[in-house]
């Protein structure tokens, strides 16, 4: 197994027509499993997957997307709900979000794929390693975890959109289009997400099974998945490593920590690439 690293730092699917804007990247929109799925793709390079987290969209990625953009062909979905896309269900889980994602690669005709997900993204990304071990090459995952503890569980479940300070607001309204409607579907997502007792639920046995060698990258004051948690991860992923930064927060690679993590990042995906695990 590789060693784990501690540094200090203070589908049912058809594609519409692409939409091409003079400048910045590629957009498209696809029609998957009941929704419309809004897709944007940048460099140039062997494929990369960005999964956003939880409120996220295209952008969330943004302050990474320069350097891996030089090194990378960038595909970069908006989850259901999220941003561009829609969702007429209402729901959300982190499993049908894998299949959404699986959808998407197949209209884009790509077989396999290294990826980069942060929390809700990393936790499709591991329903996409074990449901189908030959999609995913190798991946990164940021603040993910493998349960939510029942403090989390019950903190979550006492928020909703009104319990949002005023600068969320304003943030969300920028990243989703659709308004306060949209905003507050979100909102509700990620309770309901906490409530389910099968989807946000990796056993070691299950982790066990994950084939795609695996970086594990997690902030030490991550408030709802401990330390612990990503250590026990990378105990049960048998090709992982493990980057734990102190003081770091839920996704702790979007500041100052930016830099390092890209190195680290370029230097991980480029070493575990070629040909995808055969399930």
């Not at 952008?59 to 030089?70: G, K, Q, R, V």
């Not at 989850?79 to 299949?99: E, V």
Request: one cysteine or more; glycine letters at 8%; aromatic letters at 6%.
């Amino acid at each position: 197994m590789i060693p784990i690293i501690l540094l200090s730092l203070s589908l049912q699917c058809g594609m519409t027509s692409p939409l091409q804007a003079q400048e910045g990247p590629e957009v498209r929109v696809y029609s998957i499993n009941g929704f419309e799925m809004y897709v944007e793709i940048s460099g140039h390079g062997e494929p990369l997957l960005l999964v956003h987290g939880w409120s996220g969209n295209a952008d969330y990625f943004e302050p990474l997307l320069e350097e891996l953009s030089a090194h990378f062909r960038l595909i970069i979905p908006e989850l259901r709900g999220h941003g561009r896309s829609t969702n007429p269900s209402g729901s959300f889980t982190t499993r049908q979000a894998a299949a959404d994602v699986m959808a998407v690669l197949d209209s884009l005709g790509i077989d396999h794929v290294r990826a980069l997900g942060a929390s809700a993204g990393a936790l499709t990304l591991m329903h996409m390693a074990l449901e189908d071990p030959t999609v995913i090459e190798s991946m990164i995952l940021v603040g993910s975890g493998t349960h939510f503890r029942p403090a989390c569980k019950a903190s979550l479940a006492e928020t909703d959109a009104d319990s949002y300070p005023p600068e969320w607001w304003e943030v969300m309204r920028q990243r989703h289009p659709r308004g306060d409607e949209q905003i507050r579907g979100i909102a509700a997502m990620l309770p309901e997400l906490a409530a389910t007792e099968d989807d946000v639920a990796f056993t070691p046995e299950v982790l066990g099974a994950i084939q795609a060698p695996t970086f594990i990258v997690h902030g030490d004051s991550d408030w709802c998945f401990p330390a612990s948690m990503a250590a026990g991860m990378h105990d049960a992923i048998p090709d992982s490593r493990l980057w734990v930064l102190p003081e770091g927060e839920h996704v702790p690679i979007l500041g100052e920590s930016a830099s390092l993590f890209l190195e680290l990042a370029v230097e991980f995906l480029q070493q575990n690439r070629g040909s995808p695990p055969q399930g």
